[in-house]
């Protein structure tokens, strides 16, 4: 099925708004999308729901768009935060795309002690994040944090926000999700070396936090995440 | 964590047994994970269960390993096949690789209404089904099919297996799982472009069939083969 070019922009949307295209964009929309005047895509800004826009005006350099109906309300995501430990640069490209499409409203990477702490490039980041935002339908972009302590996140945990921790170690609790409240969460997927005895200690002992069990077998990091937010999603997500 | 090499070999295993190792083994335990004569790993044939073996002889032409201690007995996957529609290559290896590490027991590539039938190679796959079990902790090996047609699949249908379908048009099914029966169960996961009409007409005719909904994002098929298994393990399989 031929789908409409969907594209983010980082200018105000409303019916008539003129958006004026840079360089990458133009490029994307005229020589790789081979689009022309008059063409019709879908704009997305995060704030101003999905439009319906037509090209204006179609240069290497730049080009011009004109939002013309609103298709879709702005929409959001549940409130849940992915935390996970920063992997290979290729798996953590992969789990920033599967977090978007999954439904993520937050991506945070967290060092915990067992984290070969390869530097996060904020900026890849941010550019998979849109271009899966792009491709999977949504009208929002996730957040996405600085790389931060797992200590330190844990230090500084908000009110009011559960922890759903993917423990290796523990067996048989993947079903007791459906049970638990609608409210903010966060999943915490560990790195591919496990928790160290200290994390999984204070985990543990966490009020806010629930130990979940992904089965018997050893998942990589980015099945984990994909496999923790279907559970998430499918109890007390927007699935549901 | 450092974990000890696992292996799938070719060859019966038991106390004492002699398990002669060809170029390409002897390459990986002896060049790149630098074992030596009395190094210890771990063996695993899919029938005689998880064995610690001995290098004898380290040599880079072959070598040699004896078998000294059982260490898990033969485990089996749960009766789950997974069915999806062949993707691009890269994509296609990491469903594969998915599958293995979720748990599937059979791997089936389908050639649907809008599969982009780009040859699958089936001895890429097994190569990739062979590292995913050394690397999850299994011992055993998932069955793979030849592609074949999903209209002949579906008209050559096991009496007593459940087929669960990921249908991108259906919303809200995801948790009436927990009520379905422990039986041999398949998961289908459409193309990239989704079921054709046809496709979904006839199977949402089927009797044995159940729609489950991922959600109202468009998830790859990747991100779609891991979250259905998801959901079919926690409710119905080995995580449950």
Redesign the interface.
């Known amino acids: ?1 031929a789908s409409k070019v969907r594209l983010y922009v980082d200018q105000p949307l409303g019916e008539g708004q003129t958006v004026r295209l840079d360089r990458d964009q133009a490029h994307y929309l005229f020589s790789v999308m081979r689009l022309g005047p008059g063409a019709v895509l879908t704009l997305f800004n995060g704030q101003d729901g999905e439009w319906d826009a037509e090209v204006a005006l179609a240069d290497k350099k730049g080009g011009a768009l004109v939002c013309r109906t609103l298709t879709r309300p702005q929409g959001s995501p549940p409130d849940l935060w992915l935390m996970f430990a920063p992997v290979k640069k290729a798996r953590t490209d ?1 789990i920033v ?2 977090a978007v ?3 993520a409203a937050r991506i945070m990477p967290v060092l915990t002690d ?1 984290t070969n702490a390869e530097r996060v490039r904020g900026d890849r980041m941010a550019a998979h994040i849109r271009e899966a935002a792009e ?4 009208s929002y972009l996730p957040d996405v944090t600085e790389p931060e302590k797992l200590a330190r996140v844990l230090d500084h945990w908000p009110d009011g926000r559960r922890l759903m921790f993917c423990d290796e170690t523990r067996l ?1 609790a ?2 007791s999700l ?1 049970t638990e409240p609608r409210q903010p969460w966060a999943i915490l997927i560990g790195p591919e ?2 928790f160290s005895g200290g994390e999984r200690e204070r985990l543990a002992g966490l009020p806010y936090a629930l130990p979940v ?8 990091a980015d ?1 984990a995440a ?6 998430w ?3 007390l ?4």
Chains 1, 2 share one sequence.
């Open positions: 099925m992969f795309e599967k499409e999954m439904g067992y491709q999977c339908g949504i048989g993947a079903t459906a070396g496990g069990s992904l089965g018997p077998r050893i998942l990589r099945t994909v496999a923790a937010l279907a559970l999603q499918a109890a997500g927007d699935w549901a």
